[in-house]
């Protein structure tokens, strides 16, 4: 990937309260960045901005549900009424759905319907709800949050290293349906010099990771360089990829 760019700017990362996305939001702050802290829950997104802020970064909070037209527009409202544009949008806000109850042959459309939902329509619905100030950036970056269990080459693979992980009809097409997102937002804004990528933190110990079974040794801070990594890339970056820590992730 490119050299990366000055770290200034204002940057938006959803679902910024714990986790992955609260050390994006921390680290792109260390780095200079103007960051609204997106959180669904109001307390705990207001009390991760005044830690980022308490620690020297400069933070504000909007309460931001991916899945809700309404809050997602007024989210981008203070956006643009605040700093009238955006050089980084960071789409981290997810869900698993829960692995065993979202077995293939088994699974509840409705179940299935919710994951998508927050994973990849929450993704088109911020994005395009804050493209306008985004495209008033000098170098405008999206990032989505991914995985490489939405990598149909890993996951086919019976000898890969996801072979024992359950299948499921919920997080992984989830992000497999969000890897090719993140190429057609790729395709459709290159001409605006909008780089677009995919980010795999790889398993770090968070809440979403826990709550499936699969701890790791691996921080969130640990994970989340790789999105702060692509979201201060510089102008001859890479855009429409999937990328981890070790390099592009494949299709």
């Not at 994970?223 to 890339?233: F, H, I, N, P, S």
Request: overall charge negative; charged content about 20%; aromatic content about 6%.
């Amino acid at each position: 990937m490119a050299e990366e760019t000055t770290k200034s700017g204002i940057a938006l990362v959803t679902g910024a309260n714990k986790g992955i996305g609260r050390e994006v939001a921390a680290q792109l702050a260390e780095q200079g960045f103007t960051v609204v802290v997106g959180a669904r829950d109001a307390a705990r997104g207001a009390a991760a901005a005044d830690e980022i802020s308490a620690a020297g970064g400069d933070a504000h909070f909007v309460r931001l549900d991916v899945t809700d037209d309404e809050s997602v527009r007024i989210a981008a409202d203070f956006i643009g009424e605040r700093f009238g544009r955006l050089d980084v949008l960071v789409n981290n806000a997810g869900i698993s759905g829960g692995i065993d109850t979202l077995v293939p042959s088994t699974a509840n459309p409705g179940a299935v319907r919710a994951v998508f939902d927050t994973n990849v329509f929450g993704v088109i619905r911020v994005t395009n709800a804050v493209l306008p100030w985004l495209l008033r950036s000098m170098a405008p970056r999206i990032v989505n949050l991914s995985s490489s269990v939405g990598s149909l080459s890993i996951m086919g693979d019976p000898a890969g290293p996801f072979a024992n992980v359950p299948a499921s009809a919920g997080y992984a097409p989830s992000k497999t349906a969000l890897n090719a997102i993140t190429v057609q937002y790729a395709k459709e804004l290159r001409k605006d010099n909008v780089l677009v990528n995919a980010a795999d933190p790889g398993r770090c110990d968070t809440d979403l990771i826990r709550g499936v079974g699969f701890p790791s040794p691996r921080t969130a801070a640990e994970g989340a360089t790789v999105a702060v990594r692509l979201a201060t890339l510089g102008p001859d970056g890479p855009t429409g990829g999937i990328f981890s820590e070790t390099g592009a992730v494949p299709w």
